[in-house]
């Protein structure tokens, strides 16, 4: 069988060209901020990442770069800054924060009309009655990966792999408010295989480099791989083993080029998301 690509970077382009000349005609700009605590390589790569996006768009960014051992009080004074600052309409804490600071204190200081990655209580819990205006980017970005292929999701049978607040337990919601009917599975899963084999649409998001073969894909499946690893020579990969599992799967992301391009555009959206909220 012979599987079509879910193609994120070509959706997110398309997506950045329009909120170019969205935000072209936009005055004032958006604004988007970002704090990064630490010097955790990969997070320094993803806040480059939508600081350039962010450029490319035409939203005005800022950032503010604590140290490593920063203290609880330092970050949330940075994020006091950042909901104070009338330029910022939407900003991000990058993930994950040193041990010594507490996540959900600092998503918790985070005005909930600038949360731009919709983690904070308010948006999760308006997203679970489903009045979400600020999705978080990575799942609002799978589903529009999925409706614009015009991939058939009402009563499929969707399996996802993972259950973190960021990915997992959203997506899950997400794809049965697309009326599939949803099965979350985790560490402490039994017999998984026979679970995935099950799938009609498996989102995979684990952390764990080409974790899913080709014999725990069901024939015609669609495939969504959220992860992102960078091995040893230098190559990226993700949590599915897509060589092998593209030949059974009727639809599957590559990585790179599927979900992550799409959680960036997402970003940006809400960013322009909450510049509407507070200029309505
Ligand atoms: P995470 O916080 O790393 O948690 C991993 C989840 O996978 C946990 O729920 C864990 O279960 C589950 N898990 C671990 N081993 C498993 C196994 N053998 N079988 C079934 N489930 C298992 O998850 P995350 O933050 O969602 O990240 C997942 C991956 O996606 C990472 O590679 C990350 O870099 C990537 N990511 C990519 C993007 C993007 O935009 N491309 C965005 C976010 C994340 P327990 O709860 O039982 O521990």
């Known amino acids: 069988m012979k599987s079509q690509l879910l193609d994120g970077k070509n959706l997110a382009a398309r997506l950045r060209q329009k909120m170019k000349e969205q935000v072209g005609k936009m005055q004032p700009k958006p604004g988007?901020?970002?704090v990064l605590v630490g010097d955790n390589p990969a997070s320094k790569v993803y806040v480059e990442g939508k600081i350039r996006a962010c450029e490319d768009v035409g939203i005005v960014s800022k950032k503010i770069l604590l140290g490593k051992d920063a203290s609880e009080s330092e970050v949330i004074a940075a994020v006091e800054e950042m909901n104070q600052d009338k330029q910022v309409h939407g900003f991000i804490v990058q993930?994950?924060?040193p041990e010594q600071?507490?996540?959900?204190?600092?998503?918790?200081?985070?005005?909930?009309?600038?949360?731009?990655?919709?983690?904070?209580?308010?948006?999760?819990g308006n997203m679970f009655m489903g009045r979400g205006v600020l999705l978080p980017a990575t799942p609002k970005g799978i589903i529009r990966l999925l409706l614009d292929a015009q991939i058939p999701l009402k009563g499929k049978r969707a399996v996802v792999l993972g259950r973190s607040n960021i990915v997992g337990k959203p997506i899950s919601f997400l794809l049965q408010q697309q009326d599939c009917t949803v099965t979350m599975c985790h560490s402490k899963t039994e017999n998984l295989k026979n679970i995935t084999k099950e799938a009609d649409i498996l989102v995979v998001a684990i952390g764990k480099p080409r974790f899913v073969t080709?014999?725990?894909?069901?024939?015609?499946a669609v495939v969504v791989d959220v992860g992102m690893h960078r091995l040893e020579d230098g190559t990226l990969c993700g949590d599915v083993d897509f060589e092998k599992v593209k030949k059974k799967c009727?639809?599957?992301t590559p990585v790179p080029g599927g979900v992550g391009p799409m959680t960036i555009a997402m970003l940006l959206e809400n960013s322009i998301e909450c510049f509407y909220l507070q200029n309505r």
């Open 95 to 97: 993930l994950p924060l």
């Open 101 to 124: 600071i507490d996540e959900h204190l600092i998503i918790d200081s985070i005005l909930s009309f600038k949360d731009a990655d919709g983690f904070s209580a308010v948006n999760v």
């Open 32 to 34: 988007l901020g970002v």
């Open 250 to 252: 009727s639809w599957i």
């Open 214 to 220: 080709k014999d725990m894909v069901k024939k015609g």
